[in-house]
């Protein structure tokens, strides 16, 4: 993905990760809709060491999806799970923080030692990355930023942005870069708001024009979900950011994939647009202009004075 490829479309499966036979069936009607990723979830090492035996009936049916291990709170989960499939997506937010809803003043040595004891519980599961060429999802979710993020930068895209970058700075120290990163919200503004804020920071900061992720989180069902999910995924889209897409709806995961294909199947004939030459001669001084310009005569005075009082 990335790049000049096509956004590829994914999904995720709900059947429990250990009904392994309802997960294959599953994952084979969502590639049949035109699924190209598939993301389950692996919250504790039962289920990571399932996503094996998964893989492998799969594979033994001839589909040779791509999988995405889904994990929250559990680093053994995931160490394990990138042993085994193409990709695992964490979520910052809860990888290596605890969430108590507690605020902290942190002082920047205190915020540093936090920091510190986010590298040394990370840096493993970028090490089985490397070794074993899988890739990474850093997936900020707005609903779950921990304390410390919230403490400092509050409930904010540039708090979303921020937990994702501490992330992806420790990445790029091991020289670690099969990277793809989301910014996803309940709320499509505040979703679209991150991920420009995202880009430019990445711009800011010379880091590398890694993939960008986009979904709306939980946008419902029917055509609310599917407006909503259109708003946030659609605007990104048109902004021309988005290489792989995901249409969070409250339904079978094979539904979700039309939606998603309408959304990208709109650029794939599309022509490069030109860019806009930018401006640096501005014929009008926007602090000082007025319409009012008064000519230094009593014909013109007179005319402003009646203007002025109509």
Do not use: W
């Amino acid at each position: 993905m990335g790049g000049e490829n096509p956004i590829r479309i994914q999904s995720m499966t709900t059947i429990d990760t250990m009904d392994t036979m309802g997960s294959v069936e599953q994952t084979i009607r969502m590639v049949e809709a035109g699924c190209e990723y598939v993301r389950i979830t692996a919250p504790s090492i039962k289920e990571a060491q399932n996503l094996e035996v998964i893989k492998k009936e799969l594979r033994s049916r001839g589909y040779s999806v791509p999988l995405i291990a889904d994990i929250h709170f559990t680093p053994n989960a995931a160490e394990l799970a990138a042993r085994i499939v193409e990709k695992v997506r964490v979520n910052p937010g809860n990888y290596a923080d605890k969430k108590r809803f507690e605020e902290i003043e942190y002082t920047d040595a205190t915020y540093q030692a936090e920091l510190d004891r986010i590298r040394k519980k990370f840096t493993p599961l970028v090490k089985i990355c490397k070794e074993y060429g899988t890739a990474m999802r850093i997936g900020t979710n707005h609903g779950s930023l921990s304390d410390r993020i919230m403490s400092r930068y509050g409930d904010t895209p540039l708090g979303m942005v921020e937990s994702a970058l501490e992330f992806l700075r420790i990445c790029e120290d091991l020289n670690y870069y099969d990277i793809v990163l989301s910014m996803k919200a309940s709320n499509p503004q505040i979703m679209v708001q991150a991920y420009r804020l995202l880009v430019q920071k990445l711009d800011g900061e010379n880091f590398q024009p890694y993939p960008l992720h986009l979904g709306v989180t939980e946008a419902g069902d029917g055509e609310d979900g599917r407006i909503k999910s259109s708003v946030g995924i659609g605007t990104l889209l048109e902004d021309g950011l988005g290489d792989t897409i995901r249409v969070s709806l409250t339904e079978e995961p094979e539904a979700e994939v039309p939606v998603a294909k309408a959304l990208a199947d709109r650029y794939v004939n599309r022509k490069a647009s030109y860019p806009i030459p930018e401006i640096t001669n501005y014929p009008i001084d926007p602090f000082s202009y007025t319409r009012r310009h008064v000519v230094n005569t009593k014909e013109s005075t007179k005319k402003l004075s009646l203007y002025q009082s109509s």
